[in-house]
C-alpha cells in the first residue's frame, strides 16, 4: 500500500471501511481505532481528517449518497430513465445492500444523535428528489405529481426495506416486479 493517498481516497477509504465495520459490528463498534484497522490506517493518520466519530459517522452517510447520485448522474436520459433511477435507489446488488445498510443504521442512529440529523434529512431529500425527477417523467398532472412523489418515494423506502431484511438467498427480482407494475400504472 502506497505510504501516502491523496486526500479524496483517504475520505472514500474510511467512510468504506466505516460501512464495513457498522455493517459487521454495529454503531456502538464504530470508532476511529476499528475503522483505522478495517482502513488499514494508523489511527493517529485519521485523526486529523475525522477528529471524532460523529465526523466519521456524518463522512460515511454522505459517502453513501453521494455514490447513489454518482451513478444516477451516470444513466442517459431517455427511454426508462426513471425506472433506471428507481432501481438505482434499491438495493439490488451487493454494493447497493451495503449502501442501504448505512442509510438504514446511520438513519436509526440519527433519531436520537443530533450530529446525524443534519446528514439524514439531506439523505432523504435527496432520494425524495430522485423519486420526484422519476415522476416528472411519467406524470404530466402537477398535483397529481406531488402525491405520486409521495407514493413512490414511499414505496421505494419500502422496497428497500424489505429486500435488506429479507434472507439474501431470496433474491430480488420480487422487488423489480412490484416497482415495474407501479410504473406501468403511471405511464
Known amino acids: 500500500m502506497p505510504r501516502t493517498l491523496d486526500a479524496d481516497e483517504r475520505d472514500r477509504r474510511v467512510s468504506e471501511a ?18 483505522a484497522a478495517e482502513a488499514g490506517l494508523p489511527p493517529s493518520s485519521l485523526r486529523y481528517t ?19 447520485l454518482t451513478r444516477v448522474a451516470a444513466i442517459p436520459q431517455g427511454d426508462r430513465w426513471a425506472r433506471k433511477v428507481l432501481l438505482e435507489l434499491l438495493p439490488l446488488d451487493e454494493q447497493r445492500r ?70 439474501p438467498a431470496v433474491g430480488t427480482d420480487w422487488a423489480v416486479r412490484v416497482l415495474d407494475a407501479h410504473l406501468s400504472q403511471l405511464g
Request: net charge negative; aromatic share 4%; with cysteine.
Open 18 to 35: 466505516a460501512w464495513k465495520v457498522l455493517v459487521r459490528d454495529g454503531i456502538p463498534a464504530l470508532s476511529v481505532r476499528r475503522i
Open 50 to 68: 475525522f477528529p471524532t466519530q460523529a465526523s466519521v459517522r456524518i463522512r460515511a452517510y454522505e459517502l453513501a449518497v453521494e455514490q447513489v
Open 98 to 167: 451495503l449502501e442501504m445498510e448505512v442509510f438504514l443504521a446511520l438513519g436509526t442512529a440519527a433519531m436520537t444523535d443530533a450530529d446525524l440529523r443534519g446528514t439524514y434529512r439531506s439523505a432523504h431529500l435527496a432520494i425524495r428528489d430522485l423519486c420526484a425527477q422519476a415522476v416528472q417523467t411519467l406524470v404530466a398532472d402537477p398535483t397529481a405529481a406531488s402525491m405520486e412523489t409521495e407514493r413512490l418515494h414511499a414505496l421505494i423506502d419500502g422496497l428497500a426495506l424489505h429486500l435488506v431484511r429479507q434472507d
